[in-house]
């Protein structure tokens, strides 16, 4: 039996997710651009779905387009707000999601100006920091774009206080929730953002679809453009099925919340009780104790013959990790986001991330199997 502790990468899909895809793939084949009862069959699916995304996190429904996924979201946020509303400088931190980063050097390209902000050794953002780089130039459109929390270490960032800051000096607000959505709570009509993104793998939903959030006092051309779909907002014909999922698994997320935090936070602390009292020094990157994204936990384990191996040493143990984000982990490259906080290099840092399928029971099997692998082991634990 394998266990997996990679949730932060990808989830499992729902019973009742896969159930709502089903129904529509058996059911209903009409393209939802078609004017006949086929096809208006599947629009009505879509905008069912739109109707419920919107609800759960406060928007109305014209400011809900599906995507692809939230790197789509995200590239869609950034590169039209440089494009269509004028942005010259936008303030970002070292510790964003590549898909953020890479487009920041794409429109840096362009000649937009990029500010880092500074992020001190748990990866908590300087909030003093953005405002000084606010009010240093007023007359230039700025774009603030950052992550609700770190995919990598769960640090959580700090949204009203940002909206605020942005509303104070006329800044747009771009909010990766990637990560967060389904498992916080999000109301855009008491937080003023611009943009937000969403993808449906990490609740449980389908891969390949996703969300972004538009204020409706934002004004975008398509980012990718055909025939019109999404209310003129992206050409292509819509995954009907991934759509409905996505709604589905939401809903079912926004649902159950608390009782899932609550049982993820019990497992989270039950492991992190265990690796203390376990192993040797033992550490937890990022605001482990403080504003933190409870389905993730990053653990750094001190050098040894082994810690090369060790992420693949779990693997072949049948269990399921990362070395941070699942969109490098494989190249087992540097971590930028470990970098940015000054971690030890020398040291092996391993992403444990969680969902309400995983119980203490998976816990303690990981733990008997660290203990074969990891050798700097407590003497008591040992003995």
Do not use: W
Not at 241 to 249: D, H, L, Q, S, T
Not at 252 to 265: F, S, T
Not at 278 to 298: A, M, P, W
Request: charged fraction near 25%; include cysteine.
């Amino acid at each position: 039996m394998r266990i997996y502790l990679d949730n932060a990468a990808t989830t499992a899909l729902r019973p009742e997710v896969i159930e709502t895809m089903t129904k529509v793939m058996q059911e209903q084949y009409g393209n939802p651009s078609s004017i006949h009862a086929d096809g208006r069959a599947m629009r009505a699916i879509i905008e069912e779905a739109r109707k419920k995304v919107a609800k759960l996190i406060g928007a109305s429904i014209g400011e809900i387009f599906f995507t692809s996924g939230g790197t789509e979201s995200n590239n869609m946020a950034i590169k039209c707000a440089v494009r269509d509303l004028g942005v010259r400088r936008i303030i970002s931190s070292p510790t964003e999601h590549h898909c953020v980063g890479h487009s920041l050097e794409s429109v840096e390209r362009q000649g937009v100006v990029v500010k880092m902000l500074r992020v001190d050794e748990r990866g908590r953002l300087d909030y003093e920091h953005l405002e000084e780089l606010l009010q240093n130039d007023l007359s230039t459109k700025t774009l603030v774009s950052l992550m609700h929390a770190n995919n990598e270490i769960g640090t959580v960032s700090d949204m009203a206080r940002i909206s605020q800051l942005c509303e104070n000096y006329g800044a747009l607000y771009h909010a990766d929730t990637v990560q967060t959505m389904g498992h916080f709570p999000f109301d855009v009509s008491k937080t003023k953002i611009h943009f937000l993104s969403g993808g449906g793998h990490k609740f449980h939903g389908p891969k390949g679809e996703g969300f972004i959030y538009i204020n409706n006092e934002t004004q975008l051309k398509p980012f990718i453009d055909g025939g019109g779909q999404e209310r003129n907002m992206r050409g292509g014909t819509e995954n009907v099925y991934g759509i409905a999922g996505v709604a589905c698994a939401l809903e079912l997320a926004c649902e159950h919340m608390e009782d899932y935090r609550q049982h993820i936070e019990e497992v989270r602390s039950y492991f992190m009780e265990q690796l203390l009292e376990n192993f040797e020094d033992i550490r937890f990157n990022g605001d482990y104790d403080g504003d933190y994204l409870y389905t993730i936990l990053s653990v750094s384990f001190p050098q040894s013959a082994k810690s090369d191996l060790l992420l693949l040493l779990l693997d072949m143990a049948g269990i399921s990790a990362s070395g941070g984000s699942a969109c490098s982990s494989g190249a087992e490259a540097g971590s930028h986001v470990l970098a940015a906080i000054g971690a030890d290099p020398s040291r092996k840092t391993i992403r444990f991330s969680f969902s309400h399928f995983n119980t203490k029971a998976e816990v303690d099997m990981v733990v008997e199997k660290l203990k074969t692998i990891v050798e700097v082991r407590k003497m008591e634990a040992v003995a």
